[in-house]
């Protein structure tokens, strides 16, 4: 990989990746350690945040409020940018590149990766952008996507088509939600791959349906296929994994892709304006970056995370966000979120005229619970849900208009009974 300048790469000569080393040369800047919490705590992670609790916040996963070890780390960073910024900014850039080590590290730990696969990216769309903007592509070869995905992809792909005409072709993976099954989503992937389908692109937690789905094995069933397939045919498996990062228990390695993107300021908790891409390989081909870098461009996640200067301070406190959620224990999260959301479906469902939209079996679902009510509008349900001081919102994506709630680790059971009678009074 091309180095930065070649000042940079004498003055980096041997630090880079060796966070110990780069370290060494770094002023202290007394970033606090994040609070330690204890597994499971999930009242004392409420206390942590500074959300106005006279409501039930149901709709974290837009934005997360920033909470204190957030709001500390951030702090620290700035009054250090603050008071002498030039100096931060020092020409060999070590004391950036080593914050932005940590987050790596942070990140890496927490998905079982090494920190040279992590690029640092500024939200989940920047991720698809670079993802879907880069993805090499030879003519003739084809994106193969959903059209349950987000507008960010959408757009990620229309504007990749008017830039080099790549071709793009979109699978509907099933037909209502509440009766979609492991079985038919993986038959109907594997009936549309054809030989010139070089990218597929998929949503793991979606935001119109509160579907979840079996990622791993969709990258069993491209595994399978690239077998058969020389390395410039061989299939690219990119997933947009915002709404499943921050709630799944799952590890890298197990979801069986080239390339997970993620914001890390919804369901992580971390600062807003932050995300990540993780690469199965430090030294990928696979993509082409679509600007410069002001990283050590030497490995993937030093040469895709995006360059000029940033709003370093929340780009650097990312890392205690991931220190959080290993705190709390991936485990005891994933058990929490699926805890409640089971609980509120179980509610919802003793209303006359609720429909459930999002299925309710665990392995279709994660931490969304969307629904309707027979008759009634979505966004005037909404909106009197909000005027009661319990925070939904509603959108009309692939499944047709919704009241989007999810359930989170800084909700509790008395919220969701208090969200349910509110609906009864409505039914
Ligand atoms: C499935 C999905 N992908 C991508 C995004 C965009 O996320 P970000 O705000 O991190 O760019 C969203 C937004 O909520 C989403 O629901």
Known sequence: MIQNTRRDFIKAGGLVGAGLTLAASVPATATPQSDTLRRGDWQRLRQLFPLDYRYAHFAN????AHCEPIRAAIEAHRARL???PAQVMDYDRQEVWQHEHEVRTQAARYLG???G???????T??????FYGGVRLKPGQEILTTVHEHYSVRYALQYRTERDGAGVRKLRLFEDPRQASEDEILTRIAQGIRPETRVLGMTWVHSGSGVKLPIGKIGELVKETNRERGPDERIIYGIDGVHGFGVENLDFAAMNCDFFISGTHKWMFGPRGTGIICAASEHTR???PLGATFSQNQNF???FTPGGYQAFEHRWAASKAFELHLQLGKDAVQQRIHGLNHYLKQQLQTLKGVELVTPSSSALSAGFTFFRIAGQDDEALAAYLIQNRVMVDSVSRDAGPVVRMAPGLLNTEAEVDRAIRLLAART
């Open 61 to 64: 996963f837009l934005v997360s």
């Open 82 to 84: 603050d008071g002498n």
């Open 113 to 115: 990766v090494a920190p």
């Open 117 to 123: 696969q992590i690029a640092l990216t500024g939200s």
């Open 125 to 130: 769309t920047e991720g698809l952008n670079i």
């Open 286 to 288: 696979d993509l082409v």
């Open 301 to 303: 996640g030093t040469t």
